[in-house]
């Protein structure tokens, strides 16, 4: 997610929660805060990538997979299979989630 488009969810969530009355003050001081969290998102993009963060991505994700299933010498509908699998659960599982699984697990 593109980081205006992050600042534009949280607004949208703050306006749910705040008066509708809002002073003109106050819709500057939420405008405020909207380029705040802009920057601190691009500085903590920017110190990942500096202290040799890489971005992750779904198609790391498969990638990772690709390499071990050829490490293991899956056949290619084994790792067609794999792959379309992982994918398929990429939309119905966060990326927290599935951590949890790997650090629950017992690999």
């Not at 920057?39 to 779904?58: C, D, H, I, K, P």
Request: with cysteine.
């Amino acid at each position: 997610m593109k980081n205006h488009s992050i600042a534009t969810v949280m607004r949208r969530e703050l306006e749910k929660v705040l008066p509708k009355d809002l002073t003109a003050e106050q819709v500057k001081i939420l405008d405020q805060a909207e380029n705040l969290f802009k920057q601190a998102y691009q500085a903590g993009f920017n110190e990942a990538r500096l202290s040799g963060g890489e971005e992750w991505s779904n198609n790391a994700c498969l990638g990772y997979a690709i390499l071990g299933a050829e490490k293991l010498k899956y056949s290619e509908e084994q790792t067609r299979k794999l792959v379309r699998s992982m994918y398929g659960v990429f939309d119905l599982t966060s990326v927290g989630e599935a951590r949890e699984v790997y650090n629950k697990s017992s690999y």
